[in-house]
């Protein structure tokens, strides 16, 4: 059976390597892992630096059915344990499934020689009911503990990886002699870069005395693999100790019960508010017995994390994501943030924002225009913050010009942002609560379609801090709670502006609805939050924007993921138009999602007056010049060719190609647009309205600059950035992008009998007249005094 495993499990000889670990790997690893044992890590993001890690496998992760083993679950949990081998750490296993697989062996033989037996006895084939004795847990164990470690090695060997069995029992760890031996072993394992497998030998332990469990570094009663892996990880000084089973991590009560909620971060003073439910199906230890082990080793200096490792999803990277810092499964940690952790931000938000939605609308233009008055009273501190990390940014030297230039404030900058502000608490007058439609469905039956927020929004923005206060405003106008998670760059900025937020919020008592994230969550963890966070808005680079859209898991993403805007010059256009047009696209703001990064040209204007003043207007702008293949063709010497017509640029760069014709044009954009914004400049109003017609992009302008598409130059006082979806909002999002709709319906005890063939009421469905600032009426208990 071996053989074949072997077989079905081999690498390709390229990724093979040598067992033999060199003294350049081992010093590779001491370099990348230098952390003295002792203190365990504070924070997830510092499990990178672990070097010694001890993955724990628990019966239910071991085994399928309680019978036999789960080899797909450990053929992932192999591959991921040699990787991370292969990376230069130190690996052991501590594993369960013996007393499995020794019962499916000896199950197999019992029923094996029973039928045997009945053919000779009975001579024919009808064999009688056969019975399987029940096993004894030793004789199990026995039986499979040789076959389980031949299943590892031939695992192992696919990755060059060499293993070694190590069955201990209680005394191995409380004779002294016996200690150091067993240290000494595992050790020189190692050094030689060997993966030690350990397990209780179950074929001779005893029963666990009693004693005072998991009372003092030195005292541990090996009871299970649960508190072996713990007492193995401190004696061996561990960095990390991962436990696997069959659920997501901790509860704060039994999973599956109503509101069970996984307890992401877990500190040895949060034992009380713990319910513990049943053990395992298959294992003699419980999540009680999880948790006093890793609470042990925790105070030992090792950190520990316990996991699902049998959900099909993620058993092929679970135990590399740990380790990678994210957030899989319940950490340990024993400092305590003095702040909330983002889960409770989230339902501070969620609390407070329901609050905020149940303001008159006259309410929340009060907030946004206190925030508007803020940005200018308080710009010295505003502009104070700013220069902090302008100074960082510029010294760090790990900021592009363009995204410098983003991170920068000013009076200017400020003042109009307050415009916009108050531009935009006018607008919500006429937002939450609105009715849409009424519709009277019979007599005294009658349906309203209603303006409701989405809930909880996450906004995640890099570089830019004005987008702090303007995303917060519609927030505020809208009624959504709001988490927000600002790049580390702007952090001084986006912690004042935050600040005046809340102060802005407090006059009317909804201070937490706008939280900004300030932990060490990565953004790819928030995206995991679907239980929380109803949209996940992204503003900023195109790589930020993608990776959030590939990260988010389960929750809406509204966004952009490029902007590779295109201004089109027909052959009838104006010369002065068409330049000043070029030159505001692309050069006023070079870095924004707005400007122009394709100038396609109407074959007729090559070698034109305008083509020549447009070619030197660029240069005069310092804009670099890329070739489009076609337009290449023409020239004798030629600016370099475009590597790809899809290219978002983002500074003074663009391409420029040559199209036929308007309708070339348009299909040019649908082949390397991004939906965003394209221009055509033309006299010809015929021309123009057809480009408007067929171009499918979120903005189509004509005779104008690309820049224009933006919130505040629409009219919309603010934007949480532009979208080109095709559902929802599209285009700048303003105020009514943040709104979806509830369907209220009010009647007087009609049910769906009455109108049914035998039914007594019909269906009238007449539209009724919905008045100017018609709202739906708020309950009493939330009116103002």
């Not at 508010?273 to 082990?293: L, Q």
């Not at 009424?438 to 309203?448: G, I, K, P």
Request: proline share 4%; aromatic share 4%.
């Amino acid at each position: 059976m071996f053989a074949r495993l072997a077989l079905g499990f081999r690498l390709p000889s390229t990724i093979r390597r040598s067992n033999v670990y060199p003294a350049s790997i081992r010093a590779y690893s001491q370099s990348k892992f230098p952390r003295p044992h002792g203190q365990s890590f504070v924070h997830r993001s510092e499990l990178k630096q672990a070097k010694r890690i001890v993955v724990k496998l628990g019966s239910a992760v071991v085994t399928r059915d309680e019978c036999g083993l789960a080899l797909g679950r450990l053929a992932s949990i192999v591959e991921q344990v040699a990787v991370l081998q292969n990376q230069g750490r130190e690996m052991m296993i501590v594993t369960s499934g013996a007393v499995a697989f020794g019962k499916q062996r000896l199950r197999h033989e019992i029923l094996l020689s029973q039928s045997v037996r009945q053919a000779l006895h009975s001579g024919q084939n009808q064999l009688k009911e056969m019975t399987v004795p029940v096993f004894e847990a030793r004789a199990c164990a026995a039986a499979g503990q040789s076959g389980l470690m031949a299943l590892y090695e031939a695992m192992f060997t696919q990755y060059s990886t060499c293993t070694a069995q190590i069955l201990v029992t209680n005394l191995d760890f409380h004779d002294e002699q016996k200690r150091r031996n067993l240290n000494s072993t595992l050790h020189e394992l190692l050094r030689m870069n060997i993966v030690p497998i350990i397990n209780t030998n179950d074929a001779v332990v005893p029963p666990p005395v009693p004693n005072s469990d998991l009372q003092g570094v030195n005292v541990i009663s090996i009871k299970d693999n649960d508190s072996l892996a713990a007492r193995l990880a401190v004696e061996m000084k561990a960095d990390l100790l991962i436990a696997l089973s069959d659920v997501e991590g901790l509860y704060d009560r039994p999973p599956g019960t109503d509101d069970a909620k996984l307890i992401d971060i877990f500190y040895p003073g949060d034992q009380q508010s713990i319910t513990y439910g049943t053990k395992s199906r298959v294992g003699i230890g419980g999540m009680e017995a999880k948790v006093k082990a890793a609470l042990w080793a925790l105070q030992g200096g090792t950190s520990v994390v316990i996991a699902n490792g049998t959900h099909p999803k993620v058993t092929g990277h679970v135990i590399t994501d740990i380790v990678d810092g994210k957030k899989v499964g319940t950490f340990f940690s024993e400092v305590k943030p003095a702040g909330p952790t983002v889960e409770q931000q989230t339902e501070m938000a969620r609390h407070a924002g329901r609050t905020l939605a149940s303001l008159d609308p006259e309410q929340r233009g009060e907030i946004i225009c206190c925030l508007a008055d803020m940005l200018t009273e308080k710009k010295d501190e505003i502009l104070s913050a700013n220069r902090r990390d302008m100074e960082l940014a510029t010294t760090s030297g790990r900021l592009s010009q363009p995204m410098i230039d983003r991170l920068s404030l000013s009076t200017s900058k400020l003042n109009s942002l307050a415009i916009g502000l108050r531009q935009l608490a006018v607008s919500s007058q006429d937002s939450v609560g609105r009715v849409l439609r009424r519709t009277r469905v019979a007599n005294n039956l009658e349906l309203e379609q209603i303006t409701v927020p989405i809930g909880v929004l996450l906004v995640i923005f890099e570089s830019r801090p004005d987008c702090l206060p303007q995303v917060s405003a519609l927030a505020i106008a809208s009624g959504n709670a709001l988490l927000l998670k600002g790049g580390k760059e702007a952090s001084h900025t986006n912690k004042i502006l935050h600040q005046l937020t809340q102060e802005a919020l407090s006059i009317h008592g909804v201070a937490d609805a706008i939280q900004l994230v300030s932990t060490r969550e990565e953004v790819e963890d928030l995206c995991r939050l679907d239980k929380l966070i109803d949209l996940i808005i992204p503003r900023g680079s195109s790589e930020l924007v993608r990776s959030i859209q590939r990260a988010a898991k389960g929750i809406p993403v509204l966004g952009h993921s490029e902007g590779v805007c295109h201004v089109y010059i027909d052959n009838d256009a104006s010369i002065d138009k068409a330049i000043e047009i070029v030159r505001d696209s692309k050069c006023d703001y070079p870095a924004a999602c707005n400007a122009m990064e394709t100038l396609l040209i109407h074959r007729d204007l090559l070698r034109s007056p305008m083509f020549d003043q447009m070619i030197d207007m660029l240069r005069t702008q310092h804009v670099k010049i890329h070739a489009g293949p076609r337009f290449a063709s023409y020239l004798t010497f030629s600016p370099s060719e475009v590597k790809s017509l899809r290219t978002e640029y983002g500074d003074l760069e663009c391409c420029i190609e040559v199209v036929d014709s308007m309708p070339d044009a348009v299909d040019h954009i649908h082949k390397y647009g991004s939906s965003h914004t394209d221009v055509i400049v033309t006299e010809n109003e015929e021309t123009a309205e057809q480009f408007l017609q067929q171009v499918d992009s979120a903005c189509v302008f004509w005779n104008t600059s690309s820049r224009f598409a933006d919130g505040y130059r629409f009219g919309l006082g603010a934007e949480v950035g532009i979208s080109t979806a095709r559902i929802h909002a599209r285009g700048p999002v303003g105020l009514e992008g943040l709104l979806t709709t509830k369907w209220v319906l009010r009647g007087e005890g009609q049910t769906v009998a009455d109108f049914s063939e035998q039914g007594s009421m019909k269906y009238l469905h007449e539209n009724m007249p919905v008045p100017q600032g018609n709202f739906i009426p708020r309950p009493k208990s939330h009116q103002q005094e």
